[in-house]
């Protein structure tokens, strides 16, 4: 299981494992999770020709029976050697309510290896000291805290987009805050240290259950904090064909320019394009860093549809106006056709996990 943040690179993680143990001759099954119904990651690693089973409209924990059987359908064609799970961005109690249950329950079935977690320099670095603006509120940057502390395994990402300096601070705030955590720094995205990670992800003797007190008050406070909102976009050219990664990245800029305006702090926008042979990805993750296209697509097209997944720090009203607002005024200077479908738009409730095993 690899947990962190949202926006943390969990994903582009996973995918780039996925591909590590494919090219080994493993077999892979992966696992999605999130409070809502079509995620843009279910759909980005299947494009990448992965077996991804879903658990959608709440956290593993709170379905863990569904996990359970999404990890059992998986192995029902050719059974996987390695199934990575990814869990959602804001939860965290994950030994307690996810790792513990599988090792006592299922034991005989699978093998359960550490949990990992990845830590977002993004907003870590600012949650962790305590300095400047969160970007959250203490009770979001409550779960952020409590996911690290744990973890098994706390991989420092982004390694590629940091100054040794900014790296050395987070380890060095992780370990005076979390004393005695296997730590190590990575980039998912280049795959720099991801040897060394593995190494760990492997390694039974760090499968140990870690035990932690959750405040279940603060944690459901401040996952309600965040503002969820998903839908799917039909994208048709009036004239010309356009050019798919304009489309996906521009929206995607249109909706962080609104969020930014507003004050509302991302945790997570992402945004996925598909023709019918060809995919883009655009993402914004911290206020104040730009969104970046992270799949790019080099097509031009006719018709596309888009999804949009947001996870944001405001009430799900605000952010569902701000998506629908960006998304007309982006048609309109484009000059292309957008109509939005299947809107999912709320807070997430309360966790009631269905086991708790914690010491
Ligand atoms: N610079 C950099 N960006 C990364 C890395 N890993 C992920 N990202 C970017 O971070 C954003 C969120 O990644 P994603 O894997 O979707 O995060 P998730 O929400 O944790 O699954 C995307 O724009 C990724 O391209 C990395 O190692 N380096
Ligand atoms: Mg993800």
């Known amino acids: 299981m690899i947990g962190g943040f949202l926006g943390a690179g969990k994903t582009t993680l996973i995918s780039r494992l996925a591909r590590h143990y494919t090219d080994l001759g493993k077999k892979i099954g992966l696992v999605t999770n999130d409070q809502a119904y079509g995620l843009v990651d279910t759909e980005h690693l299947r494009s ?10 709440a956290c593993f924990c709170c379905k863990f029976n569904d996990l359970v059987e999404t990890a059992e359908k998986l192995s029902e064609d050719a059974l996987p050697d390695i199934i990575i799970a990814e869990p959602v961005g804001s939860c965290t109690d994950l030994m307690a309510t996810v790792i ?30 305590g300095t400047g603006k969160l970007g959250f509120s203490p009770k979001a940057a409550y779960i952020f805290e409590k996911q690290i502390e ?13 100054t040794e300096e900014q790296l050395s601070e987070l380890v060095r705030l992780v370990e005076k805050k979390f004393p005695g955590k296997t730590v190590v720094t990575i980039s998912g995205r280049e795959g720099t240290n991801v040897d060394r990670l593995v190494g760990l992800m492997e390694d039974p ?3 140990v259950r870690t035990t932690m007190d959750v405040d279940y008050d603060i944690y459901a406070e401040g996952e309600a904090e965040l503002g ?5 976009i039909a994208a ?12 996906v990245l521009s929206l995607v800029e ?19 394009g598909q023709s019918v042979t060809e995919s883009a990805v655009a993402n914004f993750v911290v206020a104040d860093e730009p969104p970046e296209l992270s799949l790019s697509s080099e097509i031009r097209t006719d018709a596309a549809d888009l999804i949009v997944n947001a996870r944001v720090g405001t009430d799900p009203r605000s952010l569902q106006l701000i998506v629908q607002k960006s998304a007309e005024s982006l048609a309109g200077r484009l000059d292309i056709g957008l109509e939005l479908s299947g ?14 095993i914690n010491g």
Not at 236 to 247: A, I, N, Q, W
């Open 236 to 247: 048709k050219s009036v004239g010309e064909k356009f050019e798919l990664d304009r489309v």
């Open 48 to 57: 990448q020709g992965f077996d991804v089973g879903e658990v959608p409209g």
């Open 205 to 207: 003797a760090l499968a």
């Open 343 to 356: 809107i999912q738009s709320f807070k997430p409730g309360r966790p009631e996990p269905i086991y708790r």
């Open 100 to 129: 513990e249950p599988m090792k006592q329950i299922y034991g005989e079935r699978f093998e359960v290896g550490p949990l990992t977690v990845l830590l977002k320099p993004e907003h870590g670095r600012k949650i962790l000291s």
């Open 150 to 162: 744990e973890a098994n395994i706390v991989a420092i990402n982004k390694a590629d987009k940091l």
């Open 228 to 232: 969820w909102f998903n839908c799917q």
């Open 254 to 272: 249109e909706i962080a320019n609104n969020l930014v305006a507003a004050d509302f702090e991302p945790a997570h926008l992402k945004v996925m």
